[in-house]
């Protein structure tokens, strides 16, 4: 099972025969940031539909604006066959532990439904970088334990503190998503992370269509070639190829849950 966690599609603009291309098993369709959730959650509904088997999806929330009672998010599942939610905190400028954010988390982790904190590698410049710092969500893993929580991009750029709370709460996964024209930096990201020990909570991730999920497998398998004549430490290959095969689907409990896309 290969699992690109972190993908974007254009439901209007993405052609049909490009978006079967991608050498994964499934792909996990992170919603855009929106004015209206409503609209851009139903147009990647019916988009996932048209991919059912390849894709899953997981819908846009800013829990300041949208009902985030349970019933609600229910209908993400019951009604629109999405499985989890993406929240983008810098981007739209609210703290992660916003007073109607916790009641959102307590929601999605009523439902059992996980959250993809997004962070984008290059923030807009209205964008709060403050509230991309991976730390703030200390206190929501401890005060929602069974919340399934994945923090996007490494929480670039505070790729330690991601590496900490990776370690230190259980239900905490970090989003590995490669950029294969910075392999030093992929490089250190994988090197910090296993001497942490927390290899086991990267999640392969793309960036698509940023990235090509090819590109970014030949990138995280062949970086140790490139230093096979240095003394630079190496992550056995093992490690790197379970990063890649990760059934994220099972970590994420997403077959637990209510999803016509995976049997």
Not at 9 to 14: A, E, L, S, T, Y
Not at 159 to 181: C, E, G
Request: hydrophobic share 40%; aromatic share 8%; with cysteine.
């Amino acid at each position: 099972m290969i699992v690109d966690c972190h993908t974007h599609i254009d439901c209007h603009g993405h052609s049909e025969q490009s978006a079967g291309m991608e050498t994964v098993d499934v792909r996990i369709v992170l919603a855009e940031a929106s004015e209206s959730s409503r609209q851009v959650n139903e147009q990647l509904s019916e988009f996932i539909g048209r991919h059912k088997g390849k894709m899953v999806g997981f819908a846009f929330t800013d829990p300041r604006r949208d009902d985030v009672d349970v019933k609600k998010l229910k209908v993400v599942v019951d009604k629109l066959g999405l499985c989890g939610f993406v929240v983008y905190c810098s981007g739209s400028g609210f703290h992660p532990c916003h007073s109607r954010a916790m009641q959102f988390y307590h929601s999605a982790q009523e439902t059992g439904l996980p959250v993809f904190f997004h962070n984008s590698r290059s923030p807009a410049t209205e964008a709060v970088l403050d509230y991309s710092q991976p730390y703030l969500l200390d206190e929501v893993a401890r005060t929602f334990p069974d919340l399934k929580i994945v923090i996007g991009s490494m929480g670039m750029p505070f790729s330690d503190q991601t590496l900490a709370m990776a370690a230190k709460h259980k239900n905490v996964f970090a989003d590995l998503t490669i950029s294969p024209n910075s392999v030093w930096q992929v490089y250190n990201l994988v090197v910090a992370a296993y001497e942490r020990g927390v290899m086991d909570k990267l999640l392969f991730g793309s960036g698509f269509p940023s990235g090509n999920a090819s590109e970014c497998m030949e990138t995280l398998l062949g970086f140790n070639k490139l230093l096979a004549d240095t003394n630079l430490p190496k992550v056995p290959r093992g490690s790197i190829r379970n990063i890649i095969e990760r059934d994220t689907l099972k970590l994420l409990g997403i077959r637990e849950n209510t999803n016509p896309q995976v049997q």
